[in-house]
């Protein structure tokens, strides 16, 4: 009979709990004793109290910033919770050529984000494919401001991160469906049941954690965007700024010699608390349903 150490569970444990440790438990313990002061990126600083939080609750820009967040968050939560469900109803028969329509779909998802950017600017510029386009048809007369206009900018972004997620949550949802059992479809038909009332009685339901699930990444990720709106508006946040995102903010104040690390770590544990209230609500939501 073999015998177990007491430290063998220690040994196995802590290279994960080392890993940990360094670059979760310190890195976020440092954030918020630096959110208290003052510190630049070659000094430490010094203690300010809640200064930093202070400017942050007056600050312009941070305003702008969380009114793109929230827009982002409230366009892109219904139509990446739903769009990628429908998508997915589609794509789950076994029909001919069905794998090569999956692959398609998934294909933007393994595509880096700041490429496919890329390729959305230079297809959405004045002189791009789009206003060529609807020049030599006549729909306008002069290059909509795509790039160039704030509400345009952020829809563009918008469309954009739609465009790339709707494969990813579809694969998603395609596990989920797998589970939703094909006896319960198949004696609501029996009973008469349409489609439309088969999939809200039977579908959603048999979604409904998955779709808390998607809920909560699409938040996360729209509250905390950045690649798109940095790319498309080649890193300047948009006229006058105004199309920052909150994680574009707090990589302007921490970048250089002269950042503010102190500013930058109070705007990022705003942002933790920010994108911690509708991952709450969405549980809530869910406990409610139940």
Known sequence: ?????????????????IWLAVFNLWPTLNT????????????GGHFTGLANYERAFSDEQLADALVNSIVYLLVCLPLLTLLPLLLALLVQHR??????FRTAFYTPVIA?????????????DDRGVVNGLAQQLGV???????????????????????WKGLGY???????????????????????GASALRRFWHVTLPGVRPTMLLVS??????????????????????????????????????????????????????????????????LARLNRKAV
């Open 216 to 281: 909560v990444l699409i938040s996360v990720s729209a509250l905390r965007v950045f690649s798109e709106l940095y790319v498309l508006s080649n890193g300047t946040g948009g006229p006058g700024g105004r199309d920052m995102s909150v994680v574009m903010l707090i990589q302007m104040y921490s970048r250089g010699f002269t950042g503010h690390l102190g500013y930058a770590s109070a705007l990022s544990l705003l942002l933790f608390a920010i994108t911690l209230a509708p991952m709450l609500l």
């Open 112 to 124: 880096s984000a700041v490429v496919v950017a890329l390729i959305w600017g230079w297809v959405l």
């Open 169 to 191: 949550y579809m694969v998603i949802y395609l596990s989920a469906l797998a589970n939703v059992g094909r006896e319960l479809h198949e004696a609501a038909a029996v009973d």
């Open 95 to 100: 029909l001919p050529g069905i794998t090569f």
């Open 140 to 162: 306008v007369t002069a290059p909509v401001p795509f790039l160039t206009d704030r509400w345009l900018l952020l829809l563009s972004a918008i469309a954009l991160t739609v």
């Open 32 to 43: 918020v004793v630096l959110s208290f002061t003052n510190a630049k990126p070659l000094g």
């Open 1 to 17: 009979m073999t015998h177990r150490r007491w430290f063998t569970p220690w040994l196995l444990a802590g290279p994960a709990v």
